[in-house]
C-alpha cells in the first residue's frame, strides 16, 4: 500500500515533466526561440483575417459565427542561404482549425487552412501554403 502512495506522485511529477519538454523551440520567450518572437500576434492576425474574409464566417446569427480557433500544428521550415541573404530568419508553418457555418448547405462545418509565416528585420509575413498533415505540419506533396 505504501508504494502505491508513492507511484502516483511520481507518475504525476514524470507527466508534468514530459509535457514541460514538449514544444520547447517553437515557444515564443527565452533565448532559445528569439527567433520566433512576434509569431503568436502574427497567428492572431491570421485569426482576424479568417474571420473577415473566410465563407463560413459570414453568418451573423450568435450559433452559426466562427469558433473554436485552434493551431493544429506549427513547424518550422529551412531558410534557404539566399533567403538568408535577404534577410530572412525564421519560417514556419502553421496550420490552424476552426468551426464555421456554411450557409449554403445551412449546417456546422470546419475549416482548416495552412499558411507559411516568414520572419524578415520587419516581421513576420504570411503566404498560403499547400496542404499539410495536421500532427506533423510535414507537406502532404
Same mark, same amino acid.
Given at each position: 500500500?505504501?508504494?502505491?502512495?508513492?507511484?502516483?506522485?511520481?507518475?504525476?511529477?514524470?507527466?508534468?515533466?514530459?509535457?514541460?519538454?514538449?514544444?520547447?523551440?517553437?515557444?515564443?520567450?527565452?533565448?532559445?526561440?528569439?527567433?520566433?518572437?512576434?509569431?503568436?500576434?502574427?497567428?492572431?492576425?491570421?485569426?482576424?483575417?479568417?474571420?473577415?474574409?473566410?465563407?463560413?464566417?459570414?453568418?451573423?446569427?450568435?450559433?452559426?459565427?466562427?469558433?473554436?480557433?485552434?493551431?493544429?500544428? @506549427? /513547424? +518550422?521550415?529551412?531558410?534557404?542561404? !539566399?533567403?538568408?541573404?535577404?534577410?530572412?530568419?525564421?519560417?514556419? =508553418?502553421? $496550420?490552424? *482549425?476552426?468551426?464555421?457555418?456554411?450557409?449554403?448547405?445551412?449546417?456546422?462545418?470546419?475549416?482548416? @487552412? /495552412? +499558411?507559411?509565416?516568414?520572419?524578415? !528585420?520587419?516581421?513576420?509575413?504570411?503566404?498560403?501554403?499547400?496542404? =499539410?498533415? $495536421?500532427? *506533423?505540419?510535414?507537406?502532404?506533396?
Amino acid at each position: 500500500m505504501g508504494v502505491s502512495i508513492l507511484k502516483l506522485p511520481a507518475a504525476a511529477c514524470a507527466a508534468l515533466l514530459m509535457l514541460g519538454a514538449c514544444d520547447k523551440a517553437a515557444t515564443t520567450s527565452g533565448a532559445p526561440a528569439d527567433k520566433f518572437a512576434g509569431l503568436d500576434a502574427a497567428e492572431l492576425t491570421w485569426r482576424k483575417d479568417i474571420i473577415a474574409t473566410d465563407p463560413l464566417c459570414k453568418a451573423t446569427a450568435e450559433d452559426q459565427k466562427c469558433s473554436g480557433f485552434e493551431v493544429a500544428c @506549427k /513547424a +518550422e521550415r529551412t531558410v534557404t542561404p !539566399a533567403e538568408q541573404a535577404k534577410g530572412v530568419t525564421a519560417k514556419v =508553418v502553421v $496550420m490552424m *482549425t476552426w468551426n464555421g457555418f456554411d450557409p449554403k448547405f445551412n449546417h456546422a462545418q470546419s475549416g482548416t @487552412k /495552412a +499558411e507559411l509565416f516568414t520572419k524578415d !528585420a520587419k516581421g513576420w509575413t504570411r503566404a498560403p501554403h499547400g496542404a =499539410v498533415y $495536421m500532427q *506533423t505540419c510535414g507537406d502532404m506533396s
